[in-house]
């Protein structure tokens, strides 16, 4: 493997998590990571602590990123403090459940907020800002294909990010900056853990030929694919990480 130097991830909802195993193993391959978080900074600041500890460079970011006057003055943050950023991973989201008939208001604007407009915040911010060669890498989901029940919202902001990931590929022609998503499948995590009984994650984690939940380390691995050398060819696609359940 090729080892990065000098080169900046920023990486969204990085606190815990499937942002946190990513910025563990970017760190490793030798990215400066920006950690961001919206409100758990004793979480961010261990895995800061984390990285330095391993060797590695890190510094945490608070933003939220529904906002985009944070998530302009994040990036100019970064900029500041290293000279430009280079990667983004945008993997921020929240997940809140319930039929079409069921979801309110409040549930729907803030999903839209965090998953949908959160993250226009940041390819904007990105399409401008990001240096030439670089990489976006969105966190989508693979329940844009699967659409079960209870999942519409939360499916619709995916599918949206999905969408803007193919469009931005095509905007940024002449800059040798690749877009894409990755889909993960259920993935052990607290976001999707949370709220679920164990009959319910036992039978998820068979859904899949591989008989298992994905690991937040599957997920990194598809993201360090993509940050990476090997990866500089793929544009403008949805990786499906999820062991094959669809």
């Given at each position: ?180 998503a990755i889909a993960p499948g259920p993935t052990a995590t607290k976001l999707f853990l949370d709220g679920k009984p164990q009959e319910l994650i036992d039978r998820l984690a068979k859904m899949a030929p591989l008989e298992r939940l994905g690991r937040p380390e599957d997920i990194a691995s598809a993201v360090a694919f993509l940050a990476g050398p090997d990866g500089a060819w793929i544009n403008g ?10």
């Amino acid at each position: 493997m090729t080892k990065i130097s000098n080169k900046v991830a920023l990486v969204t909802g990085a606190a815990g998590g499937i942002g946190a195993a990513v910025s563990t193993r970017l760190a490793r391959d030798g990215f400066v990571i920006v950690v961001n978080y919206a409100a758990s900074a004793p979480a961010a600041d261990a895995l800061v602590r984390q990285i330095e500890s391993a060797g590695g460079r890190a510094v945490a970011a608070q933003a939220d990123i529904s906002d985009s006057a944070q998530v302009a003055r994040m990036f100019a943050s970064a900029e500041a403090a290293f000279g430009g950023v280079d990667v983004l991973v945008n993997n921020a989201g929240i997940m809140r459940l319930a039929t079409i008939a069921d979801s309110d208001d409040a549930m729907f604007h803030r999903q839209i907020a965090v998953n949908l407009t959160g993250t226009f915040n940041t390819l904007r911010e990105a399409a401008k800002r990001l240096r030439n060669d670089g990489r976006i890498i969105n966190i989508s989901s693979s329940v844009t294909g699967l659409l079960q029940p209870t999942y519409g919202v939360y499916a619709a902001t995916k599918a949206a990010v999905e969408a803007m990931t193919s469009i931005l590929a095509k905007e940024l022609r002449g800059r040798n900056i690749t877009v894409n998503a990755i889909a993960p499948g259920p993935t052990a995590t607290k976001l999707f853990l949370d709220g679920k009984p164990q009959e319910l994650i036992d039978r998820l984690a068979k859904m899949a030929p591989l008989e298992r939940l994905g690991r937040p380390e599957d997920i990194a691995s598809a993201v360090a694919f993509l940050a990476g050398p090997d990866g500089a060819w793929i544009n403008g696609q949805t990786l499906r990480a999820n062991g094959g359940i669809i």
